[in-house]
């Protein structure tokens, strides 16, 4: 899959949910490998600020993201959200303020932008970020605990729980990101009733209303309360004569507050900075321990150079020994790959189950039996043969050779019993000929040689 950008740029305008400012933002394509990236374009030098997890500097109502000197851009969870379920993998964000306008508490404006003005492929392709084993991270304060699970694609389960009478728990799930305009993206932020003066004590939602906001009516106030609350958000007062959901506007679904923390947590995963193949499960998630995890993730992600291809013996091959006799002119004792269990036009993965039996194993070396690395080179080398004959119309008739071997590092022995799966991927189109070629060789999860070469595509004499 390549990856995404905007195809054209789109704006929304409205106040900020904290500062209560008027803001405008402009969400405009990117190059390639960019990533997401908001600019301050209402401060000396417009600073760009990476949307990463470690540039999160605050989790109260929203994520905040700031840079050494202090410039913010607060409330991006709902874009990023919309930015991450259509896929895009780079975009740059103008914006005008300290936050992104809360519009009407949702992502739906967001997804509404994207779709007009549609996206486009890049050259690069996706960097996906393949979970393989179960990952966990438990608040042990809180009780929250975010779980990922190795799956084909992303999905995510949440599971909220409040002490209130009317939100006392909710579940959703969203199994396919392509369902998230008509699942996830009209679900609104929500507040309680009871927290609206705490919050505006700590200088918060100065511009949160019943437009923009679910409210929460889930305990008696006295309307000596009700009065100052209305007076302080400047709303006009009013009378609450029972305990629920106070908007004018009914709730999109029975379980809107789940599926907004559904789509909070969708744009704080966002940060990780890679796409996801892998199922989250949330119990009682928030912006904080969303951004423990997602850093957890990251620093993973951060120090896995090149994941190693995903390997299920049980599978029939793309390719097998009798396709690569039929692709490559190697015999015994010097064909290298036994299957092959992916494909395209730009990469291959091939497999080769090294045994004892090998005829390298009598002399390299007797007592101590290691598959010399010239080999393990040989061997990425054929495999990058059948990924480039694998599309001519007669493959027989032509054999690839080696013009440059460069950057070669061995960094594990190879013995009998290892099973080596060589991932190997073109770096350059064909030209004259010639293929610039980059591979790398796994024993399991660990990268044990990797190599960059020119191969020459030669027509049989």
Not at 38 to 53: H, K, M, N, T
Not at 232 to 249: Q, S
Request: overall charge negative; charged content about 25%; aromatic content about 8%.
């Amino acid at each position: 899959m390549k990856q995404l950008t905007l195809k054209d740029s789109f704006k929304v305008s409205g106040k900020g949910l904290h500062s209560g400012l008027h803001i405008d933002a402009e969400f405009k394509p990117a190059p390639e490998n960019t990533g997401y990236k908001f600019r301050r374009i209402d401060l000396e030098g417009e600073p760009v600020i990476d949307a990463i997890a470690e540039n999160v500097v605050d989790t109260r109502r929203g994520t905040v993201i700031g840079n050494r000197k202090g410039d913010v851009v607060s409330t991006i969870e709902h874009a990023m959200a919309a930015l991450y379920a259509a896929g895009i993998d780079n975009c740059i964000i103008d914006v005008n303020g300290p936050e992104l306008p809360i519009l009407d508490g949702s992502a739906i404006e967001f997804v509404n932008g994207i779709e007009r003005v549609g996206v486009v492929e890049q050259n690069a392709d996706k960097d996906f970020y393949i979970i393989k084993e179960k990952t966990q991270f438990r608040d042990e304060e809180t009780g929250s605990t975010l779980t990922i699970y190795p799956d084909d694609g992303f999905s995510v389960e949440c599971m909220v729980e409040y002490n209130s009478s009317v939100l006392p728990n909710q579940f959703a799930v969203l199994d396919d990101l392509a369902e998230f305009r008509q699942e996830v993206a009209n679900a609104r932020t929500f507040v309680f009733v009871r927290e609206i003066e705490q919050l505006l004590d700590a200088n918060l939602i100065k511009g949160g209303d019943l437009d923009n906001a679910i409210v929460i009516y889930d305990e008696p106030i006295s309307q000596e309360r009700i009065d100052h609350i209305c007076d302080i958000v400047n709303v006009p007062h009013m009378k609450i004569n029972k305990i629920g959901y106070i908007n004018p506007k009914p709730l999109a679904w029975d379980n809107e507050p789940a599926r907004h923390k559904l789509m909070d947590l969708i744009g704080d995963l966002a940060l990780i900075g890679r796409p996801v193949k892998g199922r989250v499960v949330a119990i009682r998630p928030g912006h904080t321990v969303n951004n423990k995890f997602t850093r957890m993730v990251r620093h993973e992600v951060k120090h896995t150079e090149i994941q190693a291809p995903v390997y299920n013996p049980n599978l029939a091959p793309i390719i097998d020994i009798n396709g690569i006799r039929n692709l490559i002119p190697h015999r015994y004792p010097f064909l290298l790959i036994d299957k092959v269990i992916e494909i395209d036009k730009k990469h291959i993965v091939a497999v080769k189950n090294v045994t004892v039996n090998e005829p390298f194993f009598q002399g390299h070396f007797p007592q101590e039996p290691v598959m010399p690395g010239v080999l393990q080179v040989e061997a990425m080398a054929q495999a990058a043969g059948v990924l480039v004959l694998n599309f001519l119309e007669e493959p027989e008739k032509y054999s690839t050779y080696f013009l440059k071997i460069d950057n070669v590092k061995f960094r594990q022995k190879v013995v009998p019993g290892n099973t080596l799966l060589m991932n190997v991927s073109l770096t350059t189109e064909i030209r004259r000929g010639c293929a610039m070629v980059k591979g790398y060789s796994f024993v399991g999860e660990k990268v044990v040689c990797e190599a960059e070469f020119m191969a020459q595509i030669i027509k049989n004499k």
